[in-house]
């Protein structure tokens, strides 16, 4: 069994829709909890980190984590077309001077006009 | 803004050939990361370096090797080029800390014939 399991979509919807994404994990030990955006032909870009259990909101963007339950979401408000992208979660773990990212395979996004 | 930069975006090279990836950063950043990425298996970890001359190996490290002689250079070497080393090869960075997030490049999508 993976450690991440993220459904990979692909995910359809129109303009100004909520969006939904997740991930859950099996990993106790992971402490940190990011969301990366990549577009196509690019690498990922940091979008979201969280750390505790919560919601953490930046513009549209709202990061849900729930340890308990060992579950995590991204939700997009009124989706735009230029949010079509691949979204990957992340989790870490310290490791040695740095972390060990643990990412789901992507859910790939479309927003349609 | 933390800039990762990779030599090549695309390469095509032969089985068997001796394959080098490099990537720089200019953040000054202590730990730097060699990732490939798949269609349905996601970012794996190759190698990771925490210092000049230092590295870790990752969870795919068969084939590869890397070097570090500068803080803010890190290659990654294919020794002997085989087809199913045909991937899409991600480097990133990072400051020390668990609680750190890495930022990565734009890729360099690595053709085996």
């Known amino acids: 069994q993976k450690e991440v399991e993220q459904d990979p979509g692909p995910l359809s919807v129109p303009e100004g829709a909520i969006v939904s994404l997740n991930c859950t994990y099996s990993?106790?030990?992971?402490?940190?909890f990011m969301w990366y955006r990549q577009y196509s032909r690019k690498g990922p870009e940091l979008l979201m980190y969280?750390?505790s259990s919560g919601n953490k909101e930046d513009g549209r963007f709202t990061a849900q984590v729930d340890k308990s339950s060992k579950y995590i979401s991204l939700f997009i408000r009124d989706s735009q077309p230029s949010d079509s992208a691949t979204y990957l979660c992340?989790?870490?773990?310290?490791w040695g001077s740095g972390s060990r990212l643990t990412f789901g395979e992507g859910t790939q996004l479309t927003v349609n006009p | 803004d933390v800039k990762v930069t990779q030599s090549s975006r695309y390469l095509v090279k032969r089985t068997g050939e001796k394959v080098f990836l490099e990537c720089v950063q200019d953040?000054?950043?202590?730990?730097m990361f060699w990732y490939r990425q798949d269609p349905g298996l996601g970012l794996r970890l190759i190698y990771f370096?925490?210092?000049?001359?230092?590295?870790e190996k990752g969870d795919i490290p068969e084939g590869y090797s890397v070097s570090r002689e500068k803080k803010e250079r890190f290659s990654l070497i294919l020794e002997s080029a085989s087809t199913n080393q045909t991937s899409m090869y991600l480097c990133?960075?990072?400051?020390?800390?668990?609680?750190?997030?890495?930022?990565f490049g734009d890729g360099t999508r690595l053709s085996i014939l």
């Open positions: 990133a960075s990072s400051l020390p800390g668990g609680y750190q997030p890495q930022h």
């Open positions: 953040m000054d950043h202590e730990n």
């Open positions: 370096s925490y210092d000049v001359k230092m590295k």
């Open positions: 990993n106790s030990a992971f402490q940190y």
């Open positions: 969280t750390y």
């Open positions: 992340a989790m870490s773990v310290p």
